[in-house]
């Protein structure tokens, strides 16, 4: 049987050797992080510029190392999985000289160009007819933001012609069947294919049959117009009291209150010129100074009159007699 001295020193090697292990094992794993951290892996990059459509060959990409910490996820490390035999990819959007080739900028294995691969979750592509005036004389390209305007006819108003806006701020996809234009030249299109919600589509497939759609181009990131208005053969001309109802933006905010301040205060303003000019004004007519009413006098009152340095008690009705 053992003494308690032994079975004390063989417990205290036991827990001096579980430290020991611990201490091992956590410098050996900082030591492989450390090496895996400063090692490279060959990662796929662009070798020449990519545009949308371009096919994913041997000659337009190489490999470069990056350090294993800054791989960008979706990266290929290998040409097999980037280009596997006999299927091919294509580049589904710009990418640049050695800029990494990554899964969400390239078609799925053996698909082509696909611009249903190009919407947000939730979007819809849709096709609308434009002309050389409709279509900003060919100078909507894919990317640039437009509204879309419907001039059509009412029959409640006699099939007199009116112009409304549809839809603001709308995405152009592809011109044509182009999604992005060679040398980025006006070119005069026949078709606009526009990102919009499932909603805005019907909007757009109704309009086509009943009227005329026009895109004009905005300026990116520009907000929606809380103020639209329909236009109609009435409202043609341009003065206070036809045109548009509304300020335009150089005005807006020098009323208070944003764009609802500006509106409003234009309106009260219009209409405070119109009543200034229509309103005639009351006609002026002299009538002379109106004398002050003659104050009731005693006749049995005296005054004190001053001739130069002399003073003369008179009566009252006396004084100038």
Do not use: C, H
Not at 253 to 268: D, E, K, R, T, V
């Amino acid at each position: 049987m053992m003494s308690r001295q032994t079975l004390i020193a063989i417990g205290a090697a036991v827990v001096l050797g579980l430290v020991a292990v611990f201490i091992a094992n956590s410098y050996l794993t900082r030591a492989q992080q450390k090496a895996y951290a400063g090692a490279t892996t060959k990662v796929a990059v662009a070798a020449a510029p990519l545009a949308y459509g371009t096919d994913i060959t041997p000659d337009k990409v190489r490999f470069v190392d990056y350090p294993n910490t800054s791989i960008p996820p979706g990266a290929f490390t290998n040409a097999q999985q980037l280009m596997p035999d006999g299927k091919k990819r294509v580049a589904l959007m710009p990418i640049a000289l050695n800029e990494p080739i990554l899964t969400g900028k390239i078609s799925a294995e053996g698909q082509g160009a696909s611009i249903a691969a190009l919407l947000p979750d939730g979007m819809r592509a849709a096709s609308v007819r434009i002309n050389d005036v409709s279509g900003v004389a060919g100078f909507v390209q894919p990317n640039d933001s437009v509204d879309v305007l419907i001039t059509r006819q009412n029959p409640n108003e006699g099939n007199a012609q009116s112009t409304d806006v549809l839809l603001q701020n709308v995405r152009v996809i592809a011109i044509d069947q182009q999604a992005k234009n060679a040398d980025g030249s006006p070119k005069v299109a026949k078709t606009a294919t526009l990102e919009v919600a499932p909603l805005d589509a019907q909007k757009l497939a109704l309009a086509q049959q009943v009227g005329d759609l026009g895109l004009v181009l905005r300026k990116p990131g520009e907000q929606n117009n809380p103020v639209v208005e329909t236009v109609s053969l009435a409202d043609l001309r341009y003065n206070v009291y036809g045109g548009a109802r509304y300020p335009a933006p150089a005005v807006v905010g020098s009323f208070g209150g944003g764009l609802s301040g500006a509106i409003s205060g234009a309106m009260n303003r219009s209409a405070a010129q119109i009543a200034a000019v229509s309103t005639p004004r009351p006609a002026r007519r002299w009538t002379g100074v109106k004398a002050k009413p003659a104050m009731p006098v005693d006749p049995g009152k005296q005054i004190e009159v001053y001739r130069g340095v002399k003073s003369d008690q008179v009566k009252v009705g006396e004084y100038g007699r």
